[in-house]
């Protein structure tokens, strides 16, 4: 187990560990789902360890295996990417921001690594492709993950949920399942650069939400975040 500066940086060079050779596979065709899963699992592991994470996973039983999902989960830091990889046993990936898809050679890695775009301009066109997209990697068998808050929370507590994920589960038919992090804060909250050991994280897998058409969107946000509600430890309030 490192700690501070050099766990930081221990993260960094794993992270360019596993980018370079994809990138390089993806330009010369080689590049494969399987092999990203490996390298993805690798780097997890690996991450995990030199920070001293003690990691519990409960509700796996809950997760479908005959086809693709969406997982929706709270974001508490960097490091929650790292603990979904080591927690999921199977193909998972995130939904990323579209300009990264237009960056040369990294956009294609991305691409061919199973990574699904997410458009947030509000061109209608541009969000019907990215549905497509998203589509197209659940019949892959391809799992989603996508954190509805839309970014990492500040101060621990859960924020306003964004309704684009609902919306993509409508879409594709993929059912929803919602999934808490806890304690992940603890290693490296926002705003912070140095890695703190040892920390505890609980991971919790809940049952699967179907979304069957635009009126059952705003009852699966409410049972997503009833789930972390009572999944996740909020920080007291002040004084409290």
Known sequence: MIAGPLATVYAVYKTLAISVPTVVEALTGR?????????????????????????????????????????MSNHQ?????????????????????????RVPIWGRAMREAGFVSVDRSGDRQQAMEAMREAGEALGRGINI??????????DGKLGKLKKGGFIMAQATGAPIVPMSIDG????????????????????????????????????????????????VTEPEPDGG
Not at 197 to 226: K, N, Q, S
């Open 184 to 231: 992940s804060r603890d290693i490296l909250p926002k705003n912070t650069k140095l890695v703190r050991p040892g920390a505890v994280v609980r991971v919790t897998f809940g049952e699967p939400l179907a979304v069957p058409d635009a009126a059952a969107i705003e009852r699966a946000m409410a049972d997503v975040r009833a789930f972390f509600v009572a999944h």
């Open 145 to 154: 993950w996508i954190a509805p808050e839309g970014t990492r929370s500040p």
């Open 77 to 101: 830091s960097h490091f929650d990417i790292p603990i979904i990889y080591v927690a999921f046993p199977g193909t998972l990936r995130m939904v990323a921001k579209a300009e990264l898809f």
């Open 31 to 71: 590049l494969t789902i399987e092999r990203c899963d490996e390298r993805l699992r690798d780097w997890s592991h690996a991450i995990i360890k030199q920070a001293g994470v003690e990691l519990t996973v409960s509700g796996l039983d809950h997760v479908p295996r005959d086809r693709a999902c969406i997982f």
